[in-house]
């Protein structure tokens, strides 16, 4: 095989989750070419992964609107993807779209080996169909590794990969040391509380309170640590409330960073607190200490990996309702979302320290 293309139209974990795929593939043969269709959202993800050629980017959102705004114009803009694809005449492709259309569309496009999960027959399209009904028992990244051990070759490395560009890490270093913080002096630590947009509404189901957020980046501050509230356009009055109270106030406050900016802020940092979702992924690509809280989803399925001490997932144990996310789908809470509100930030605060008692020595 010369020339693959990966298809992974999902959130920020789910494409970082393909990323060994990528470096199994170049181990065998370093001059393999891998293209990569993903969504708007996680294009500068996907272009930060080692190995990586040609990005297609698909949004079906986009699609959508395009079609109730003008047929014709939807027509030239599937036509032209589709053109882009059948004209590179792939040998094969990893699809992990879970959808019966774009295995028509990939079938169509004249690529003849495409692989992939089969979930409710959906794989239909298909050449090497892998058996599927959820990610349950192991980690996502071992389901998509099986894709590769079903065509007969051998994944010596789950890790995910991920690099900062060195323009944005010059920047962000810079920004701190304009903000007063030597990030060679003191421990630097990313306070996250957001995250979990691929769950729209249901993103606050996966959060930890901003009290409890609080409260463990006073403990770290306490220890000398400079402590930074990152989040997303659309979380600065959640960042901003946690800022409100902290007794100690941090050192920033940041909520305007480009996704390859913030690669290269969380590539900065020792150690990452955050709940489940992209930043924890990202931060575990780059091979950073990470804090992750985990409430309604299995840790050991969508959690940080592959397992390490420097990545800690903190859970409320010995409750028979949790996980309840499964099968992509989550249930109506009706145990006031103890999992996660039942957390103690002393818990919480114990990992972080643990793992900042090995930051530089």
């Known amino acids: 095989m010369k020339k693959i293309l990966i298809a992974n139209i999902f959130g920020i974990g789910d494409v970082l989750f393909t990323t060994p795929i990528v470096a199994n593939l170049k181990r065998l043969n370093k001059d393999i070419k891998i293209d990569y269709m993903c969504n708007v959202r996680t294009m500068d993800i996907v272009n930060h992964v080692p190995g990586i050629n040609e990005i297609y980017v698909y949004e079906k959102d986009i699609f959508t609107q395009i079609w109730k705004d003008s047929k014709i114009r939807f027509l030239k803009a599937a036509n032209n993807l589709f053109n882009e694809i059948k004209n590179?005449?792939?040998?094969?492709?990893?699809?992990?779209?879970?959808?019966?259309?774009?295995?028509?569309?990939?079938?169509?496009?004249?690529?003849?080996?495409?692989?992939?999960?089969?979930?409710?027959?959906?794989?239909?399209?298909?050449?090497?169909?892998?058996?599927?009904?959820?990610?349950?028992?192991?980690?996502v990244i071992e389901y998509y590794l099986d894709c590769l051990r079903h065509i007969g070759i051998e994944a010596e490395t789950n890790k995910m990969s991920l690099l900062a560009d060195e323009i944005s890490q010059e920047m962000v270093l810079s920004h701190l040391r304009e903000k007063g913080v030597d990030e060679k002096a003191d421990p630097l630590i990313?306070?996250?509380?957001?995250?979990?947009?691929?769950?729209?509404?249901?993103?606050?189901?996966?959060?930890?309170?901003?009290?409890?957020?609080?409260k463990v980046a006073d403990i770290l501050a306490d220890k000398g640590a400079s402590v930074v509230i990152l989040g997303d356009v659309g979380?600065?009055?959640?960042?901003?409330?946690?800022a409100g109270i902290m007794e100690?106030?941090?050192?920033?406050?940041?909520?305007?960073?480009?996704?390859?900016?913030?690669?290269?802020?969380?590539?900065?940092?020792?150690?990452?607190?955050c709940n489940d979702g992209g930043p924890m992924h990202i931060a575990a690509a780059l091979d950073v200490r990470t804090v992750s809280v985990f409430g309604p989803v299995d840790e050991k399925v969508y959690g940080p990996y592959p397992p390490s001490e420097k990545r800690v997932a903190v859970t409320k144990q010995d409750l028979s309702c949790r996980p309840c996310y499964?099968?992509?789908?989550?249930?109506?809470?009706?145990n006031n979302n103890k999992c996660l509100e039942e957390i103690s930030a002393d818990t919480v605060a114990g990992a972080c320290l643990k793992l900042l008692s090995e930051v530089k020595g």
């Open 88 to 139: 590179e005449k792939y040998d094969a492709l990893f699809d992990f779209t879970l959808s019966r259309e774009m295995g028509l569309f990939f079938k169509l496009a004249g690529i003849k080996r495409r692989i992939g999960l089969n979930y409710k027959k959906r794989g239909v399209f298909l050449t090497d169909k892998i058996p599927f009904t959820g990610f349950s028992e192991k980690h």
């Open 190 to 214: 990313a306070v996250i509380p957001g995250g979990g947009a691929s769950w729209g509404k249901d993103a606050a189901r996966k959060r930890w309170s901003p009290a409890g957020f609080a």
């Open 235 to 242: 979380e600065s009055d959640l960042c901003r409330n946690l």
């Open 248 to 273: 100690k106030a941090p050192a920033l406050v940041m909520n305007d960073l480009t996704l390859p900016d913030y690669i290269a802020f969380l590539n900065a940092c020792d150690l990452v607190l």
């Open 326 to 334: 499964n099968n992509f789908k989550l249930p109506e809470c009706g």
